[in-house]
T-cell receptor, first 111, second 115 residues
């Protein structure tokens, strides 16, 4: 059973702070890692993909991957109230394997 | 970025009606499409996975005869909720992905309400 674990939260951070969202996964052969953002009542939206160890930055977002520790994280710098949403971690194995989603971490950015 | 179109966005109908939901990948060929349902404040629940031209693979507990999935082309998959009842009311979301390490891209979802 492939598992992707996230703390459901809520994680509350003040506006302008760094939000740190964490995710661990059980399948060592996982190759592709994604972060999605889901606003209440909406469908998930892809915000980051990461495939190799290290950091990947895109604007205020930084994804970090450590395959040895089976750990992936998302940092959101200068958090804004509009970042308040549920963030889903998703992990995919090789080939045509399906993506496994975590339950999501609810982030609340307090003005 | 990749675009997945899903419609209708909202359906309200009487119990016993069958409802068809369409999911289209607009700018890429979707090797695989996925159907999820989500209850309020709950996580995504995968219902089935479909590959173009082959039968869908349903998750445990999902009734194949209740939720008919057709993936006729690399850009279109449909979910038909047959003889819908109030307990089928939910938010249904499709997603599509290309080959190998490509992510899933989600449609906007369909909110189904059965009266």
């Amino acid at each position: 059973q492939k598992e992707v674990e996230q703390n459901s939260g809520p994680l509350s951070v003040p506006e302008g702070a760094i939000a740190s969202l964490n995710c661990t996964y059980s399948d060592r052969v996982s190759q592709s890692f994604f972060w999605y953002r889901q606003y209440s009542g909406k469908s998930p939206e892809l915000i980051m993909s990461i495939y190799s160890n290290g950091d990947k930055e895109d604007g205020r977002f930084t994804a970090q991957l450590n395959k040895a520790s089976q750990y992936v994280s998302l940092l959101i710098r200068d958090s804004q109230p509009s970042d308040s949403a549920t963030y889903l971690c998703a992990v995919k194995g090789g080939g045509y394997q399906k993506v496994t989603f975590g339950i999501g971490t609810k982030l609340q950015v307090i003005p | 970025g990749a675009v997945v179109s899903q419609h209708p966005s909202r359906v309200i109908c009487k119990s016993g009606t069958s409802v068809k939901i369409e999911c289209r990948s607009l700018d890429f060929q979707a090797t695989t499409m996925f159907w999820y349902r989500q209850f309020p404040k709950k996580s995504l629940m995968l219902m089935a996975t479909s590959n173009e031209g082959s039968k869908a693979t349903y998750e445990q507990g999902v009734e194949k005869d209740k939720f008919l999935i057709n993936h006729a082309s690399l850009t279109l998959s449909t979910l038909t909720v047959t003889s819908a009842h109030p307990e089928d009311s939910s938010f249904y979301i499709c997603s599509a992905s290309g080959q190998n390490d490509q992510p899933q891209h989600f449609g906007d979802g369909t909110r189904l309400s059965i009266l």
